[in-house]
């Protein structure tokens, strides 16, 4: 019988918590079509304003995943626990390092490592970085 510690899984766990949002209808937008409502889903978003979500940009907090987008403009965000968000053009990924936005040539939703240099990131900055072996789906820890 093989030994289940040889199983190592840095994949998403049970323990994750989920909020309902409303979205700013110009970065998230709903679409009947597309697999749970909307192209945005599986990117990182952060608040634009009380309860309404929108894609993160550059430098900014990551508050969370986009899950699902509803047609009364409503979004399923995972806000904590392990997930999988991807990283932005060129992204500087370490294990361990925390995160913040970043930007994918100009498309909002991505992440990277924050910069410890600017002061402005250092206060937004969230989370850490499990793996980043694959780019488009780094495990970050929320």
Do not use: H, W
Not at 36 to 57: D, E, I
């Amino acid at each position: 019988m093989a030994d289940p510690r040889n199983n190592v899984s840095t994949g998403e766990r049970a323990n994750q918590v989920r909020d309902t949002c409303k979205i700013d209808d110009s970065t998230i937008t709903y679409s009947a079509t597309e697999t749970n409502g909307s192209a945005q889903v599986g990117l990182a978003v952060n608040f634009s304003a009380a309860n309404t979500v929108q894609l993160v940009s550059d430098g900014e907090a990551v508050i969370g995943k986009l899950i699902e987008v509803t047609a009364d403009d409503k979004a399923v965000v995972q806000i904590s626990g392990r997930m999988t968000l991807p990283g932005g053009t060129a992204a500087t990924l370490t294990l361990g390092k925390q995160i913040v936005g970043d930007l994918l040539v100009a498309a909002k939703g991505y992440i990277r490592e924050v910069n410890t240099a600017t002061a402005a990131e250092l206060g937004v900055c969230r989370g850490f970085i499990i793996d980043a072996g694959t780019t488009t789906d780094v495990v970050v820890e929320l």
